[in-house]
């Protein structure tokens, strides 16, 4: 009786280890580093916007465009995924730590500034860009020149969970009417039918909009925040990380990144930076 009892522990024991060693060593697991997980799998699971032209765009025909898509697809190569290994996930804004936090996407490109209060989630590689916080208004509005004319029965537009709404909430809080969306073509909505008067989050999304519609959009043009673009993925993951940076440095260097801005971003007017900022250590 006791040896059988025994004898089923040890299987179980058996078992419960055998397991352990598949969840450490094996590519599928959750657990396993981006690097190794990405090199056993071939597949990748990326979050990005789905409605910024020229950064992370969903077009027509189901395919994906922009500079972020490109950083991306780029990082997916490094690790060894090809792009028919990636399936792209809508990134919104308010809900990026967590999709990372739940392991539904394994990295996320979508101009998403690296800041402190999220490195408490999430790590970051890069930056890959700097933008800064802008406005915009409508072509013929000439009353909003910076954020400083956003006085008291101006309506402002900007999505929840952003760095561009909480600064805005931190520094204006008191003079404007801030209405948050859950994305920027629904503030872009709001800012075509006159149910705001501004819209505000990075220079280079506000550049993206203006250039679909150039006779009725405008950017203000004073930046008035840095915002480092990161590429989010599991907090403490190192090596996912170190791998993410040499992969957007390679791409820096070989000339694709400076490529990729211009293709995407090149007919905005956005003066285009020549040179990358420097990778963090
Ligand atoms: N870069 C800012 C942020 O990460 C604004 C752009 C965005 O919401 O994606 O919050």
Redesign the pocket.
Same mark, same amino acid.
């Given at each position: 009786m006791w040896s059988r009892i025994l004898r089923a522990g040890a299987a179980v024991a058996a078992l419960s280890l055998a397991l352990t060693a598949c969840g450490g060593g094996g590519g599928s697991s959750s657990s396993a580093n981006l690097a190794d997980k990405a090199k056993n799998d071939k597949k990748l699971t990326i979050g990005i916007?789905f409605d910024q032209p020229g950064l992370g765009l969903k077009q027509p025909n189901g395919t994906y465009a922009g500079f972020d898509v490109d950083v991306a697809k780029y990082i997916a190569k490094q690790l060894g995924v090809d792009e028919s290994g990636i399936t792209w996930k809508e990134a919104q804004?308010a809900q990026r730590e967590d999709l990372i936090k739940k392991g539904e996407v394994d990295f996320i490109v %979508? #101009? $998403? /500034?690296i800041t402190d209060k999220r490195k408490n989630e999430v790590s970051f590689g890069g930056p890959y860009f700097i %933008?800064h916080q802008d406005l915009l208004v409508r072509s013929d509005d000439t009353s909003i020149t910076g954020p400083e004319s956003l006085t008291g029965n101006k309506k402002l537009c900007s999505?929840k969970? /952003? #760095?561009?709404a909480q600064n805005v909430k931190d520094k204006y809080a008191k003079e404007v009417q801030l209405l948050e969306r859950a994305t $920027?073509s629904q503030c872009i909505t709001s800012l075509l039918n006159g149910e705001v008067d501004a819209v505000t #989050?990075?220079d280079i999304?506000l550049a993206g909009y203006a250039l679909q519609q150039p006779d009725k959009l405008k950017v203000v043009g004073k930046g008035f925040s840095d915002?480092n $673009?990161g590429v989010g993925l599991k907090k403490d993951d190192t090596q996912g990380r170190t791998a993410i940076n040499d992969a957007i440095q390679k791409m820096e260097q070989d000339g694709t990144w400076a490529a990729s801005l211009k293709t995407n971003l090149g007919q905005a007017k956005y003066s285009l930076p020549t040179t990358p900022p420097a990778i963090a250590p």
């Open positions: 916007k804004s %979508a #101009t $998403y /500034s %933008a999505v969970g /952003s #760095t561009p $920027y #989050t990075d999304i915002e $673009y």
